[in-house]
């Protein structure tokens, strides 16, 4: 197959000299060996490197994280009492309440009020009770989420004073993002002490804002073919979707960009920490880039002839810290499945020759599982079409068509 | 083009949509000349298949002339008849390289979604929801074929398309079904479902050298079909008689040796325990009714084998693991590996052994699948296998 010729062509061009093997790259250990935990970023070397990610550097980790704890816990018991006041003024006294929000002081409305202060009472007492956990500041996001669905609705409704019901709603807003930052820094603070205690696993306990990604896949080809094929960068953005381009500027360095949410692109200058051809390739992001980050790809033999298991670590700082992680998350560009689907595509690539495609997967987002009007742009003149270019004849002659 | 596209419960219509284009290097087009309606169809008719949008253009049994190569397809030319399997399968991954086709790893573009509800993905297939690909089906006047390398088998023209269309599924599924249960000789095989992919269960299992063949179903036309054309031995019409009992009657107070389950996730059955199903699966309690499969393993004879070969979604309730465990019982299932089956069984065709044509009951125009989809859901005028030609 002429695609296959084609990838072999491009990896033969850059085996490139065995580089820096760090003692410090704790997973040159075999996963299955390996500590799943949270010691792992505690040993130090370059995957932890404090410096490529906001935030307090790893030496004051387990001092900060009382100090913050206890910051976030004031945060929750205040967010607790301000629920519990709220509350009761929907309860005791809904009609002030809704003439105040813009909303008509119907029978309706003014029951929705009392059970909506039935609620804000509940999640803040159980915060009182419990304002290390993260569950009930949780429920207050929940709660604020029903909050503006209703505020929507008083919006859309013609008998309501839309000025008002703005405001209330801009207040909630507000309140809803210091909800939803407790509860994540509380979440945090809880895996954080599962780390100390070695029983989280490493990829769900980031320290100081990292997140940290791992997926697998079994690549039906040798060791020594998949690690020539990653180890030239070039060849990342035909697999790894989110990724434009990525130019080679010498040996270990390397410039790279990447579509982020909302179109914008986000580029980063790395550099290669770790060469080990057939087993291992490591980079990190040097200074200045817009999303610090580092990663990892190894090499094994799968077990039974089935080819080789690569496995990837990637941990990176996400623009807009947890917060910006969690929105991502909403929006279904959740990194583990960019990286997960990424591998898919890799598989794809190394085994059949190209990335797989079909009528729906084409396209951005969800779309009818059938043929496309026009090929989107970036996939034009690169099917492997015969006809690349010019009108498939047999469409438009005279038998069938349309 | 026309084709045939799904647009929500109980709704499909013949829409115009653009013609299939070329995506990847390994992709034939084919001009479809016939295709057929599956009983796997009616689950996504009857809205049990998740991950199913408006205008997703159905059917996953086709067989046409190809009009259009990748510029890696080297084995197939423009003219060439072909039909094509329902599974895409890459052919070098090691699922395809050990011949389990329908596992392809390579195939599913949207691997995830199937892994989120069933662990791992199986391969692609054609008009069969997005969680198994998003590819365009073959009720239609042309499709896109991926992998062309590897799938579609070409065929003489002597033979007429309907002798050869079920190469694409029920045929190789049914035969995949009878061959899963290690048939020896004096064997009984008993079969749950009388429709097209049970009738090729029967008769691959006869082919397969079984002694005794026991349809059961509900229809008359189709158990009479079983007996007069499938080889089956005996029948059981389970809303007059009880299948146990008569199953013990038949095999000395055995059971079967092997039970294939040709039902799937929409059996019917008794009063009872179908309404028990029946409102669970509405209330999303449980997504499939597994009556046959429960009634086939408790009928199978100690140390036996139940074949599966209907489709199920989701997850099932009460499923007797009391009785396969201590009668050490075999469970064999799987989307059926076409591409493995294609050439032996056309064959068997070719030798005239097997004129699958001998299921067909309704044939029509393209135009006509809307109507056909109904008549085939409600089991009308008698109907067991729509064909439709272009």
């Known amino acids: ?63 900060g994280r009382q100090e913050t704890g206890s910051g976030t816990e004031r945060l929750a018991r205040g967010l607790g009492l301000f629920g519990l006041g709220l509350g009761l003024a929907e309860l005791v006294a809904p009609g002030a309440l809704a003439r105040l929000i813009g909303v008509r002081e119907r029978d309706e409305n003014l029951n929705v009020l009392r059970a909506f202060g039935l609620r804000e009472m509940a999640s803040g007492a159980g915060i009182l009770a419990r304002p290390d956990s993260s569950a009930w500041v949780w429920s207050r996001v929940a709660g604020d989420a029903i909050d503006l669905a209703a505020l929507t609705r008083a919006y859309r409704s013609d008998k309501s004073d839309q000025r008002r019901v703005l405001a209330a709603a801009a207040a909630v807003l507000g309140v809803t993002a210091l909800d939803v930052l407790c509860a994540m820094r509380l979440g945090r603070e809880a895996d954080g002490a599962g780390m100390a205690s070695g029983r989280r696993a490493f990829a769900e306990a980031p320290a100081a804002g990292g997140t940290h990604v791992r997926h697998a896949i079994t690549v039906n080809r040798t060791p020594e073919e998949v690690y020539a094929f990653w180890r030239d960068f070039r060849n990342l953005p035909q697999f790894m979707r989110h990724l434009e381009a990525v130019t ?62 690569v496995t990837v670590d990637l941990r990176y700082d996400p623009p807009g810290g947890f917060l910006g992680t969690a929105i991502a998350k909403l929006f279904g560009e959740e990194p583990g499945e960019q990286v997960k689907g990424d591998l898919d595509r890799f598989k794809q690539v190394m085994e059949t020759g190209e990335v797989v495609r079909s009528d729906a997967s084409i396209h951005r987002g969800m779309h009818a599982a059938q043929p496309p009007e026009e090929l989107p742009e970036r996939l034009r003149g690169r099917t492997g079409s015969r006809n690349e270019g010019r009108e498939a004849g047999w469409a438009t002659g005279a038998e069938g068509g349309v | ?78 003219g ?78 002597g033979m007429p398309d309907e002798q050869v269309l079920f190469l694409s599924d029920i045929f190789p599924t049914g035969y995949m079904g009878a061959e899963m249960c290690n048939i020896q000789p004096g064997d009984v095989v008993a079969v749950w479902g009388a429709g097209p992919v049970g009738q090729f269960a029967m008769a691959s299992a006869r082919l397969l050298g079984a002694e005794r063949v026991i349809a059961i179903d509900r229809f008359p ?22 299948v146990q009992e008569r199953l013990r009657e038949l095999t000395g107070g055995r059971g079967p040796d092997a039970c294939i389950d040709a039902v799937g996730m929409e059996a019917h059955g008794h009063a009872a325990t179908y309404a028990y199903d029946r409102a669970k699966q509405a209330m999303m309690l449980e997504t499939d ?102």
């Not at chain 1, 040993?43 to 490197?49: D, S």
């Not at chain 1, 087993?279 to 799968?302: H, K, M, Y």
């Open chain 2, 221 to 242: 036309y189709r158990l009479q079909i079983a007996r007069e054309k499938a080889g089956a031995w005996e029948t059981i019409n389970y809303m007059e008689e009880s």
């Open chain 1, 248 to 309: 080679v500027v010498d040996e270990r360095r390397s410039h790279w960009v990447a579509t982020a949410p909302a179109g914008s692109t986000v580029e980063w200058d790395a550099e290669i920490v770790a060469d080990d051809p057939g087993r291992l390739i490591a980079w990190r992001s040097l200074e200045g880039a817009d999303v610090p980050n580092q990663g990892a790809v190894r090499f094994t033999p799968a077990p039974g002839d089935r080819g080789t298991e």
């Open chain 2, 80 to 157: 060439d008849r072909v039909v094509v399997p329902f599974p895409i399968a890459c052919g070098d991954c090691s699922a395809c390289r050990a011949e389990a086709y329908s596992l392809c790893e390579n195939s599913n573009p949207n691997a995830w979604i199937a892994e989120k509800l069933w662990g791992h993905s199986p391969a692609g297939i054609f008009g069969y929801s997005h969680m198994l690909g998003g590819y365009a089906g073959g009720q239609a006047q042309y499709a896109r074929v991926p992998f062309a390398d590897v799938g579609p088998i070409k065929v003489d023209n």
């Open chain 2, 289 to 390: 009714r597994p009556i046959a499969l429960r009634e086939a393993i408790m009928a199978c004879r100690n140390g036996g084998t139940v074949s599966v070969i209907g489709v199920y979604g989701g997850f099932i309730d009460k499923f007797p693991m009391g009785s396969v465990m201590n009668r050490s019982l075999t469970i064999r299932t799987g989307q059926c590996h076409v591409q493995r089956y294609m050439r032996p069984l056309l064959e068997h065709i070719r030798r005239g052994e097997i004129d699958p044509s001998f299921v067909i009951t309704h044939r029509a125009r393209l135009d006509d699948a809307p109507e056909m989809y109904e008549l085939f859901k409600h089991k009308q005028d008698d109907c067991l296998k729509v064909v439709l030609h272009n």
């Open chain 1, 1 to 63: 197959m002429a695609t296959r010729e084609e990838m072999g062509g491009t990896s033969r061009e850059v085996e490139m000299p065995v580089e820096i093997v760090s003692e410090e790259v704790w997973w040159l250990e075999p996963v299955s060996s390996m500590p799943r935990v949270a010691g792992a970023p505690e040993r130090g070397g370059w995957l932890g490197e404090e410096r490529h990610f906001g935030g307090m550097p790893r030496g004051a980790d387990r001092s």
């Open chain 2, 1 to 78: 083009m026309k084709a045939t596209c799904w647009h929500g419960k109980n709704r499909v219509q013949v829409d115009q949509v653009p013609d299939p284009k070329i995506l990847n290097s390994r992709d034939a087009i084919v001009r479809i000349t016939s295709t057929a309606i599956c009983g796997s169809d009616l689950h996504l008719y009857d809205g049990f298949v998740p991950t199913m949008e408006k205008g997703d253009v159905l059917g996953h049994e086709f067989m046409g002339e190809v009009v259009e190569v990748g510029r890696a397809v080297k084995n197939l030319r423009v």
